[in-house]
């Protein structure tokens, strides 16, 4: 059975991933933009969600969770070491100072892909799909994609010149300030979050009252309360 509140609810998520990314790309260089890993993880989003809205629109089933939950994972890591680490004035690796120059476009771009998505993709888990989809083995498989991107970050650097200044996408992953030692430690800390993060958004999936009904419909909230 067609899901149209649902479709269109993952259709603006999607559709905000998609606009950040392209205001990105057209205030910058594309080849620049496309390096980060928060765009990477909103192109996701923009896939697998814009995916779900078709399937929901049309009433076939849903993305499989383990697709939907790396996308979930992935993107709250994004959220969280962004306004945590990144965005953070206490923060060793703080770029508040450089996130705060932003304006017009970018700072809506910058807001979209760090703010409205992660927190749209968390509400549209927890609110348009069952509950206890995610299993523990997921976890693991999901550290595959912020695996590669540390595998193409790493080789990225080491192909361009040494004073490129986007050299490095991340401050936590540039050797030639930490060295492969220091940047190979900070990876391994942010493997332990992503892997901590899996774990709990598993664990948390499992024992979530059922907001939404059996074929991802958005449940009254009216009498009767969550069912």
């Not at 814009?50 to 994004?78: D, Q, S, Y």
């Not at 650097?157 to 940047?183: E, K, N, S």
Request: aromatic share 8%; proline share 7%; glycine share 12%.
């Amino acid at each position: 059975m067609p899901n149209r509140p649902a479709a269109l609810v993952r259709g603006l998520i999607a559709l905000a991933a998609a606009t950040g990314i392209a205001i990105e790309c057209a205030e910058g260089n594309p080849l620049v933009v496309l390096g980060f890993f928060t765009v990477w993880t909103n192109t996701a989003v923009a896939v697998v969600l814009g995916l779900g809205a078709a399937r929901a629109w049309t009433g076939r089933p849903p993305v499989p969770a383990v697709w939907t939950g790396g996308v979930l994972l992935c993107i709250t890591v994004v959220g969280l070491v962004f306004h945590l680490v990144l965005d953070n004035p206490g923060s060793s690796f703080n770029q508040a100072a450089d996130i705060a120059r932003l304006s017009g476009a970018r700072a809506v771009a910058n807001q979209l892909l760090h703010t409205v998505t992660p927190i749209g993709v968390a509400l549209e888990w927890l609110l348009l799909t069952p509950p206890g989809a995610f299993r523990p083995r997921h976890a693991v498989l999901w550290l595959a994609a912020p695996g590669a991107y540390l595998l193409f970050a790493l080789v990225r650097g080491a192909l361009l010149p040494a004073g490129a200044r986007t050299r490095y996408t991340y401050p936590f992953l540039d050797v030639a300030a930490h060295g492969y030692a220091g940047v190979l430690v900070n990876a391994l800390v942010l493997g332990a979050v992503f892997l901590a993060v899996g774990l709990l958004l598993v664990a948390a999936d499992r024992f979530r009252p059922a907001v939404a009904g059996r074929r991802n419909r958005i449940s009254s909230l009216g009498a009767g309360g969550l069912k």
